[in-house]
Structures are given as structure tokens and as C-alpha cells.
């Protein structure tokens, strides 16, 4: 399948700002997303952009990105003890079939 | 939003029996549904491609005979890890999709196999 790749960890102090990246090979990539997954729990869709968009905010979390490099990145601010977790982004170019980084372990430190 | 269940969400079983994992999508239909297979501390592998009313689409180097997949109707799909060996251990994770480009998944089921 294709390459996703994301940094393993990220540990912040609670209130700073998270910035979680991935980066993609498959540039015929339509959506990207980003879930979460909590300790011995599913996965929560995040959020997700089209291709042709370089940015989307929701709430604390704004998604950028750089088609050109291939680059996706997810920043949470204000971060909590509760959005420590894993976070996989993912990739699909027809809708259904997923693609997903190996996840970044967030901890956010009190 | 739409609700994808699993069940069951946790069975310890011996080695050499077969174990069933369901996969229902609650309030919608799902004419497709994925399977993916998590090993510890690692990603989500897509398995396989469950299509209602036809044989599953297996991704390479998954044994289609060892996974057997059912899509009998609109709102369920099972996984059946036939003959289970304690490699098989996972966490099996199925999605279904609501519309284009939006996934949601199951709680996951984790096999133990002894």
C-alpha cells in the first residue's frame, strides 16, 4: 500500500499547542485525515481535508496541507490531559479504501 | 454520527478453534465494509474489503482462507480467523463507510489466542 509516515512520540505540557505531522507518498490522494485513539478503544475521526484545501480549523484543531511536499499536520491547541492518545493520520484516494500512518503517541504532561 | 458496533469486543479462545468477529453498522447501510488488523504499538493494516452480496477483496498477504469474510446483508459483516493460532493475536478493527471519504469505525474486537 502506500507510504504514510509519522514521528512515533510528541510530549507537550498541558496548555501548549500540539503539532502532530505525517507525510504521504501517494500524490493522487483525495482526503486526508486525522484519528484518534484512546487506550484499548476504536478510532475517533478527528477531522479531515480535501486535497485541494490548505487548511481547516475546528474547534481547537487546525489541520494544514502542503500538497507540494506531501505534508499534513495537525495542531492542537490549548492541549489537555484528556487528548493524550494516539493519533493516526490516513490517506484514500477513493473514498473507502484507508491507508494510516503508524500513529504518534501524544502525551501531555500536567 | 453513524454508529459501527462490534462484537465481541474481547474473546480468548484455544488454538486450532475458529472465532467470529461481527461487524454491524447501526443507523445506516453499508454496501462496503473494511477489516483491519492492529498488532501493539503498531498502525492499522487494511486486511481486506467486504462487499454486501460478493466474496471480500483481500489485500496481498492476507491468507483469504485463514480470514474468511461474510457480507450477508446491508448492515453487517463478519470475520471469521479460522483454525486461530496464537499469532493471530490482534486487535481487529472494522469500518464501514457513511459516504464519500468518511469512515467510521468499530470499538475493535481483541482475539487472544492460546
Known amino acids: 500500500g502506500e507510504d504514510v509516515e509519522q514521528s512515533l512520540f510528541l510530549s507537550v505540557r498541558e496548555g501548549d499547542s500540539s503539532v502532530i505531522n505525517c507525510t504521504y507518498t501517494?500524490?493522487?490522494?483525495?482526503?486526508l485525515y486525522w484519528y484518534k485513539q484512546e487506550p484499548g478503544a476504536g478510532l475517533q475521526l478527528l477531522t479531515y481535508?480535501?486535497?485541494?484545501?490548505d487548511m481547516k480549523q475546528d474547534q481547537r484543531l487546525t489541520v494544514l496541507l502542503n500538497k507540494k511536499d506531501k505534508h499534513l499536520s495537525l495542531r492542537i491547541a490549548d492541549t489537555q490531559t484528556g487528548d493524550s492518545a494516539i493519533y493516526f493520520c490516513?490517506?484514500?484516494?477513493?473514498?473507502?479504501?484507508?491507508?494510516f500512518g503508524s500513529g504518534t503517541k501524544l502525551n501531555v504532561k500536567p | 454520527g453513524a454508529v459501527v458496533s462490534q462484537h465481541p469486543s474481547w474473546v480468548i479462545c484455544k488454538s486450532g478453534t475458529s472465532v467470529k468477529i461481527e461487524c454491524r453498522s447501526l443507523?445506516?447501510?453499508?454496501?462496503?465494509m473494511f477489516w483491519y488488523r492492529q498488532f501493539p504499538k503498531q498502525s492499522l493494516m487494511l486486511m481486506a474489503t467486504?462487499?454486501?452480496?460478493?466474496?471480500?477483496t483481500y489485500e496481498q498477504g492476507v491468507e483469504k482462507d485463514k480470514f474468511l469474510i461474510n457480507h450477508a446483508s446491508l448492515t453487517l459483516s463478519t470475520l471469521t480467523v479460522t483454525s486461530a493460532h496464537p499469532e493471530d493475536s490482534s486487535f481487529y478493527i472494522c469500518?464501514?463507510?457513511w459516504g464519500p471519504g468518511e469512515l467510521f469505525f468499530g470499538e475493535g474486537s481483541r482475539l487472544t489466542v492460546l
Open positions: 469500518s464501514a463507510s
Open positions: 501517494d500524490s493522487s490522494s483525495t482526503y
Open positions: 481535508i480535501f486535497s485541494n484545501m
Open positions: 490516513a490517506e484514500s484516494k477513493d473514498f473507502n479504501k484507508f491507508y
Open positions: 443507523d445506516f447501510q453499508a454496501t462496503t
Open positions: 467486504s462487499n454486501e452480496g460478493s466474496k471480500a
